[in-house]
């Protein structure tokens, strides 16, 4: 039995086990490129689908309790089915090595609800986006929505080769009218999209979007730090090797402790006034979870937003990739954030 298909439920059963989640079959599995499928899911009883927001992506849960992130490829308006896309990394985790390998028309998943860690901003005179690889995915809806709304948009997606280039024949109008480009630059990034001449003039009402490897997102980070504040926006596949942010005596992750001398904080919970030590070897979530406060968790590492929390009091100490600056003025990631003040309110 494949580690990815949970034990068999209805609907009805799944939604008294865990409301979030969702019971979905694969319908098609589409070649997209080397080593990139799409995959086609639909309610297991033919119903919609809950609708999503372009940039919004699902949780895939497997057998072994490892959950991974897959952003929705298409038109929000479809409520008839979900697309994702799933790039194989051979020296990954396994989890795409599994789905490569186990999931095919017909299997049975297990799912989260859609939520979107990288919207579009409605505000926004035009959306300039940049896709990096696999960094494509979450772009495809947005394109979808876009172009429904005749918004104006405009993308460069940069790859190694067209062999490893994902949904071309959805692109191709969007090249031929201008409002497309493919940058092709066979492993070596100085022969595709010169990403500081693109990002060196800010045009008024533009807002930036972008998704890819580690290297892109350096590159383009670098070369748009000169944009005004809140119009750039990202979403990254993974954290840093080592979190900048933090500093050698703060805590970064469970197990990660190694001379690590910082001070704790409290938690206090508002509905029911309970006051919790945070010490400085274990996030909140851990400290949650061993006074029997369930809480959800995907990632643990500040990527996909499954525990965002309000507070009510206190000064956090933000660590999460997600959150914008209006969004920290009321919430928390409270698997990887911390407080500054000594103590944090949560509405829980």
């Known amino acids: ?21 969702l019971l979905v079959r694969v319908r098609s599995v589409t070649y997209e490129g080397e080593n990139i499928n799409a995959y086609e899911v639909v309610d297991l009883e033919g119903k919609p689908l809950p609708q999503f927001e372009p940039g919004s992506h699902i949780d895939l849960y497997f057998r072994d309790q490892r959950v991974r992130q897959y952003s929705l490829c298409n038109d929000p308006e479809e409520r008839h089915h979900y697309v994702f896309a799933v ?14 390998e186990r999931v095919h028309a017909g ?65 191709r109008p969007l090249v031929a009218d201008g409002r497309a480009s493919i940058h092709w630059d066979g492993g070596d990034p100085s022969r595709g999209l010169d990403i500081a001449a693109t990002l060196r003039e800010y045009a008024e009402g533009t807002h930036l979007y972008y998704c890819g490897p580690r290297g892109f997102m350096a590159a383009v980070s670098a070369a748009s730090a000169h944009w005004p504040p809140g119009m ?4 990254d596949f993974a954290p840093p090797a080592i979190d900048p942010r933090a500093g050698a005596d703060d805590f970064r992750a469970p197990g ?8 704790g904080f409290q938690v206090r919970i508002a509905s029911t006034g309970q006051t919790l030590d945070v010490p400085n ?31 009510l009091e206190g000064l956090p100490d933000h660590r ?16 990887c954030s911390r407080s500054k003040s000594p103590l944090l309110v949560l509405d829980l």
């Open 1 to 21: 039995m494949s580690a990815l298909v949970q034990r068999e439920l209805t609907p009805q059963q799944l939604q008294k086990v865990d409301p979030a989640r």
């Open 87 to 100: 790039q194989l990394e051979v020296h990954g985790r396994g989890g795409s090595k599994a789905i490569f």
């Open 107 to 171: 299997r049975v998943l297990t799912i989260s609800k859609p939520r979107n860690n990288f919207p579009l901003r409605a505000e926004a005179r035009r959306h300039l986006l940049l896709a990096g690889g696999i960094g494509i995915t979450p772009m495809m809806s947005m394109i979808h929505h876009q172009r429904r709304m005749g918004a104006d948009f405009t993308l460069h997606y940069c790859t190694r080769s067209p062999e490893r280039t994902a949904f071309v024949d959805q692109l």
């Open 232 to 235: 750039r926006h990202s979403e």
């Open 256 to 263: 990660n402790m190694d001379g690590a001398i910082g001070i």
């Open 281 to 311: 070897d274990k996030s909140i979530v851990q400290v949650l979870r061993e006074h029997g406060i369930a809480v959800a968790t995907s990632c643990e590492s500040g990527l996909c937003g499954t525990c965002r929390t309000r507070y």
């Open 320 to 335: 999460d990739y997600i959150l914008d600056e209006r969004a920290k003025e009321s919430e928390i990631l409270i698997c």
